[in-house]
């Protein structure tokens, strides 16, 4: 199994930046697909982006989609996400997660085994 760690996120305005960091141990990441999902107040969990185990395939949400960007970095078996233009109704608990299953169910919170605790990203106007 994999422990996810989830760091980055913070305080940023509108229109601004930030890369959230999961970092996985006693597994590597690339074993898993990898997603990143979102809880914001009074929300669902809402699927954010995901990447394959090659990386190859990635998928991104309507709403983030142009501005998010996932990525891994094997040397510090971690993924990354980097968010451009962020906007206030980006601002939730954003989560790191890895599933087991096969890639065509990486949309569905269920469909992933492990999960990191979270990190705020709050986006002022």
């Known amino acids: 199994q994999v422990q996810l760690v989830e760091s980055g996120g913070g305080l940023v305005q509108a229109g601004g930046s930030l890369r959230l960091s999961c970092e996985g141990s006693?597994?590597?990441?690339?074993?898993?697909?990898m997603g990143w999902f979102r809880q914001g107040p009074g929300k669902e969990r809402e699927f954010v982006a995901a990447?394959?185990?090659?990386?190859?395939?990635?998928d991104y949400s309507d709403s983030v989609k142009g501005r998010f960007t996932i990525s891994s970095d094997d040397g510090k078996n971690a993924v990354f996400l980097q968010m451009n233009s962020l906007q206030p109704d980006d601002t939730a608990v954003y989560y790191c997660?890895?599933?087991?299953?096969?890639?065509?169910?990486?949309?569905?919170?269920?469909?992933?085994?492990?999960w990191g605790q979270g990190t705020q990203v709050t986006v002022s106007s």
């Open positions: 990447s394959s185990p090659t990386g190859r395939k990635t």
């Open positions: 006693g597994s590597s990441v690339r074993r898993y697909v």
């Open positions: 997660a890895a599933s087991r299953t096969t890639y065509y169910a990486h949309t569905l919170p269920t469909a992933y085994d492990y």
